[in-house]
C-alpha cells in the first residue's frame, strides 16, 4: 500500500488503522486513535566563562517520562479500567507493566511495535454524552513509562 506503514519504502509517510496494548502479549484493549507520543529531554542554561567572553550554552538537562495518549470507543472490556484502578489504589508496584504499543495497517498485519518500560495509565477520561445522542461514547487514557524503545517496523 503506497504510503501506509506495511509499504516498502523507509521514507513514505506513515498511517495506521489500529492500535493496541499488550502486555505479556495479551491484547488488553485497541484504539482507534493514538492522539501522540512524547519524549522529552528539557535544556537547561549553562554560562561558560572564558578570560575574553561569557558564552551562554543550552545543555540536555532532565528527561521527561515518556507518555502516550490513546483514545477508543467506550466498549464493556473491564482491562484498561482494571490497571488503572491499581494504580488509584497506590498499588503502582503491580500497576506498573512493561508491555507493547502495536501499530496496525488496513489489513489487520502489524507495521510497528514500540517496547514500554514500567508503563502505567496516569489518566482515564470518559468523554462528555447526552443521552439519546447519536455519537460514540470516547474513552481515552494516558499512559506514562519509564524508557520507550521502537523495535520494529
Request: hydrophobic share 40%; glycine share 8%; aromatic share 8%.
Amino acid at each position: 500500500m503506497p504510503g501506509g506503514l506495511g509499504s516498502s519504502q523507509p521514507n513514505d509517510a506513515l498511517t495506521a488503522a489500529r492500535f493496541s496494548i499488550t502486555i505479556d502479549g495479551y491484547e488488553i484493549a485497541s484504539f482507534s486513535e493514538l492522539q501522540g507520543i512524547t519524549t522529552e529531554v528539557q535544556p537547561v542554561d549553562f554560562l561558560e566563562s572564558t578570560d575574553k567572553e561569557v558564552i551562554f550554552k543550552k545543555l540536555p538537562g532532565r528527561i521527561a517520562p515518556p507518555t502516550l495518549k490513546l483514545s477508543r470507543g467506550k466498549n464493556q472490556s473491564m482491562e484498561l479500567w482494571a490497571w488503572h484502578e491499581a494504580v488509584l489504589q497506590g498499588n503502582i508496584v503491580a500497576a506498573r507493566k512493561s508491555c507493547s504499543l502495536i501499530m496496525y495497517n488496513y489489513d489487520g498485519a502489524p507495521v510497528a511495535r514500540y517496547h514500554l518500560e514500567n508503563a502505567w495509565p496516569s489518566k482515564l477520561e470518559i468523554s462528555a454524552l447526552k443521552a439519546g445522542a447519536s455519537e460514540v461514547l470516547m474513552e481515552t487514557v494516558t499512559i506514562v513509562c519509564e524508557h520507550i524503545q521502537r523495535v520494529s517496523g
